[in-house]
């Protein structure tokens, strides 16, 4: 070996031993905390979250700026973490015991979430202190959200714990471009139908012929896309969806919807359906050519650079239209098509409610916390009604608490809780291993495509659909197989659980979840077998 | 010439990495109680430590049911765990007293294993052991479980089994309603008929089981909700208007800002505008 290749060897070696040994040192004596760190004698509170939209960073930074001066002995640090890192950031930092005090749960699944989060269950029983003074002053921290909860609870069937509350909630909406809609339909007034939304095409198309530019009516992306589908498809089938309700709830949920086509009792030659599919190519023509190709920035710049009259983007996009756009943005709720619309009317009940919206903003508090008390305080804190009050105002979204108006702004972007049942999507989201989903996606160029068409498209998808229902049927009944094997489990822990400190109706709870998930299960079988 | 030990930097890596790993387990080894860290599903570590509590003490029955249990939901999920949660429950089966919560749990779990946790899975086998737990004790909650597993094999039998009538299947579920008395046990019979009879189209049959199901009370979120918006509906069908507007009321008041909110309000609505118009049999 020459010498300066030896010299270069034993560099490496050293930096290898130098930075082992450090990384030996910070694995062996890392601490979880448990006193005052950070500056001097002040107690660290750490805060991680995706939100990064804008306002979100401003009204976290407003509302620590507020908790720190009246606990001046609280420290608190915010790292917002970017959506596309985020998923990955979030598990390595639960897994290696690093997450902050207060973390995001933002795809979580029911045992990351059990395992890593304080239950929250016993604490939301009793009202919120920082609610003194408030509308809702006295009510239990639980109740002061809009919906109680439930649709947190919902997510941990097995355990039946709320690890978390939310501080905002979601939904879809038409922002236009007020100055842009006045030039090409020669009216203030907004599209309130789906008809009326139509006829923004050929406005649109004469607008453009006459003045040489290139306007969109709506400027579309293909996640962004997928929303305004599930919003709109879902108004050809609300009539079926009561009549076929297996359980007469006016539901169907995609497993019982797979049922139906795999038992031959529904399928894309269902006028409904099909009405559904000739919805789907309507509307695409309305979007920016392309439009399945490109992402949520593409869509929002092709708004903001006003090279479209309008976009459906979530009430989540609203500030950066305020804070970004030289014109002024107007708010209505997607256009429905009514009862009497000569080509969708049909089979709409009317306008379908939206809801209490999604939850957004899940924030809970992680076991490891050094200061666990000081975390749930600051997250009570922070869905306060005073609070969540300002973060609305600053970040221009729909608060999750009870009593909290829309921004001042824009009450258009206030839930609409009043409506019809909504109907079913007819693309199989969310269902299974998402076999017909991608199959439906891969083939509707044939249904929105310049030559495509209906029944284009349903000739192509039907060739393989059985099987893509029957593999994802499989996969749903094999999930419910592995979470039945993980109740069981659950069950005999419980009751072997020392002292017998488990609540009997706890025990309950469980057989119940066990027994839901079995029927499912056993239900499906037949149908997950080729 | 003797062997010279030539130390590459890559070796010195691997072997840096291979000290890395139990250097960050012992740093992840905080102790918890085992039964604890099983019910946060951290199930690994709860299988070690129970695993050495059973070494400790072999005969504790309540141990060996810890661990089985722990076995069968630890990941992955081996066959040989599931072999050896079975022995482990065989064996707190034949400690005495016969009646013990842990005998009869480890019992229906053993017939639990036979039907959705072995591959393949043995529904015969399942079957004999519900059987002959809710023949011996019949009446004890956990033992009543096994009437639920028994009309659900009645009712969803594997592809090779010849399916029974409605009329065969509904009188099983009547004899094992008959052998029960565990209040959640008698709901989830009355819950499966009424399901059952709704996919037959057999409503005003369903109706009665699906109000005495109901009548229990359900502890899983949301299910007495969507409980009540079921029977609403299906007596809204029926004409039974007192109850359709009973258990539409009672849905509105537990999920106010439910989306199918305003549709059931219009059915309260149409309903009450009816009993004023029309005063059925059935009005109170």
Known sequence: MSKPSARKGLFGLVLVVVFFGLSAWHVLFRTDGGGPDGEGDRITIRIGHWLMHAGMRESFDEAIREYERLHPDVRIEQIPV????????????LTGGTAPDITGQLGLDEAMLSRHFLPLDRRLDEPNPHNQGGPLEGVPWRDTFTDGLASLRALNPNSGEIFGVYLQ???????YNKRLLRLVTGSDRPPSTYAELRAL??????????HGTALAPIAGCGPYAQYLFQRLLASQTQKLTIELSPTRNLQLPPVDLATLVLEGRLGYHTPELRSALALQRDLSSLMTPGFTQLQRDDALFTYLQQNAVAIVAGTWDYAVFVRDGDFETGIVPIPYPDRDDPDFGQHVLGVAAEGAGGPEAMLGVVRNSPHPEIALDFLRFLSSHRIATRFTELSKRISGIAEVAPPGDAPGLAPQLHGEVPGFGVDFQNFGAGHAYTLFQRRLHTLIGPRGGVDAFVEEI?????????????????????????????????LSHPGNSIDPDEIERLHEARILRHTDRLRRRDHAEP | MPPTLVVRPRTLVAFALACACPLASAAGDVPVDPWEGALRFEFGPAVKELARLHDRSPDDPRVALGLASALLGVQPRTQANILEARSLLERVVATPPADSTFTLAARLLLGRIAEDHLIPSRPDEAKELYEALLRDHAGHPLADQAAVHLALLAAYPPADVPRPSSAELHARIDELRATVRTPEVLRELHALQGTLLIAENNLAAALPHLRAARAVGYRQPNRESEADLSIANIARELGERSVALEHYRAFLAARPRDARGTTVRRYVKELESADASNPGPDRP
């Not at chain 1, 095409?201 to 006459?210: G, L």
Request: charged fraction near 25%; avoid cysteine.
């Open chain 1, 82 to 93: 970017p959506l596309r890192t985020w998923s990955a950031w979030v598990r390595t930092q």
């Open chain 1, 169 to 175: 909630l979601n939904s879809l909406r038409l922002f």
């Open chain 1, 201 to 210: 095409r050929a406005q649109t198309d004469h607008y453009n012929a006459a």
């Open chain 1, 462 to 494: 039907n060739k393989d659909l059985p099987e893509a229902l029957r593999r994802d049927m499989a996969a749903h009944a094999a999930r419910a197989r592995r979470d039945i094997q993980g109740l069981d489990a659950r069950l005999g822990i419980m």
